[in-house]
Structure formats: C-alpha cells, structure tokens
C-alpha cells in the first residue's frame, strides 16, 4: 500500500523549534519530489515547501522562508521539516504529500499537529 | 505569487443539484490546475488535475474545465458523500497555493 506517515507534532512554546517527519512506504521515495502542505484550525490550506527527487531544489512559501528547512533522505526513505523560530501563527496540522506526474498532490498523509503556545 | 480566488465561499444544496465552483488565478496559469476534496479530519483528496482531468477512482460525476485564469469544477448530481471543501490549487509557479476553499453543505 502506497502510504505516507507523519510524525513529531506537538506542543511548542514562541520561537522553538519541532522537526516533523514524513515515512514513506510501498513506493520508490527516491524518485519522487515530496510537499508540505499545512491547515490551521477551522482554515484553508497553505501549501508550505517541496524538495525535488535527490534534495538538490527547494522551494517555500514567503510564511516560512528562512524558518523552516525541507530535507530528505532517502536511504530512509523519509522527509523532514526543520522548523526554527516558530510562531502562534504556525499552529497548524502539517500534511506531506507526493507529487505525482503532471504536477499534482496524489498521496496525502494523514497530518500531524503542531502547537505554538505559551 | 500566484493569487487564486474561489466562489463562492461557501454553498447549500440539495441533492441531486448540479453544483458549480469557480476558481480564479491572479495570472495565467494554463493547465496547471488540480482540485481536492476535503472531509472533516480527513487529509484532501485529489479529484481533478491538469484542469480537467479525472483522477482514478473519482466518480465521473465530477468534471473541470478551464484554462489560463479561469478554471471550474462541476458536480453533476450532488450526492450525501459529496457534501465537503473544496480547494483549486496552482502547480504553474514553482510556489504552489491553493484557493481558500468551497464548503459544500446540505440545504
């Protein structure tokens, strides 16, 4: 089964850091770019970053640019979100998702929920 | 960035009711438009992408068309799984956002 898995939600005080993780399985991680996506509560969502196939091209939203770091590995075949100098803003459940040929989010994973709160 | 505008925020409707949404782009973005269903503590689901087409297992009740600025979704005949959000969302740029979403609720 093609599966996507998140993982290292939870609580965070202003301006700490979380790392989120995203397992990957019943697909070849390697050849695939992979996205954040996330939706605060009651609100839309918010496409976030990408990494491409090998981690060589990132992408960001201007929200996060400069906190939060996108990465892969995968011998492990998993994806990370190194999030810095996080905001009440950024309370959020965080999605990963694959993209697909022709640019589309075709496997979603089933979120992780991050707190930021004094 | 690409700027993409959904109407109507929110809609009521019976069903069986033929059901539009339209989506905007703040520029052309030709094709690249995908749209997702959204349930209620559930993670999206792709329905359409490339603008108009179907993704598998999507009931072909569910139809789009556009391309450039402005896109549509079409729903056929409503039925009680369908009642959800509804999001467009650009791949064109390589910054992708998505519309703020279309809640489709029952009359």
């Known amino acids: 089964e093609v599966q996507l898995v998140e993982s290292g939600g939870g609580l965070v005080q202003p301006g700490g850091s979380l790392r989120l993780s995203c397992a990957a399985s019943?697909?070849?991680?390697?050849?695939?770019?992979i996205h954040w996506v996330r939706q605060a509560p009651g609100k839309g969502l918010v496409w976030v970053s990408r990494?491409?196939?090998?981690?060589?091209?990132?992408n960001y939203a201007d929200s996060v640019k400069g906190r939060f770091t996108i990465s892969r590995d995968n011998a492990k075949n998993t994806l990370y979100l190194q999030m810095n100098s996080l905001r009440v803003e950024d309370t959020a459940v965080y999605y990963c998702?694959?993209?697909?040929?022709?640019?589309?989010?075709?496997?979603w994973g089933q979120g992780t929920t991050v707190t930021v709160s004094s | 960035d690409i700027q993409m505008t959904q109407s109507p925020s929110s809609l009521s409707a019976s069903v069986g009711d033929r059901v539009t949404i339209t989506c905007r782009a703040s520029?052309?973005?030709?094709?690249?438009l995908n749209w997702y269903q959204q349930k209620p503590g559930k993670a999206p689901k792709l329905l359409i992408y490339?603008?108009?087409s179907l993704q598998s297992g999507v009931p072909s009740r569910f139809s789009g068309s556009g391309s450039g600025t402005h896109f549509t979704l079409t729903i056929s005949s409503l039925q009680p799984e369908d009642f959800a959000t509804y999001y467009c969302?650009?791949?064109?740029?390589?910054?992708?956002?998505f519309g703020l979403g279309t809640r489709v609720e029952i009359k």
């Open positions: 998702a694959r993209e697909g040929i022709l640019t589309l989010m075709d496997v």
């Open positions: 019943g697909f070849t991680f390697s050849n695939y770019w």
């Open positions: 990494i491409n196939s090998d981690g060589s091209d990132l």
């Open positions: 520029q052309s973005i030709s094709s690249y």
């Open positions: 490339a603008a108009s």
């Open positions: 969302q650009q791949s064109y740029s390589t910054t992708w956002t």
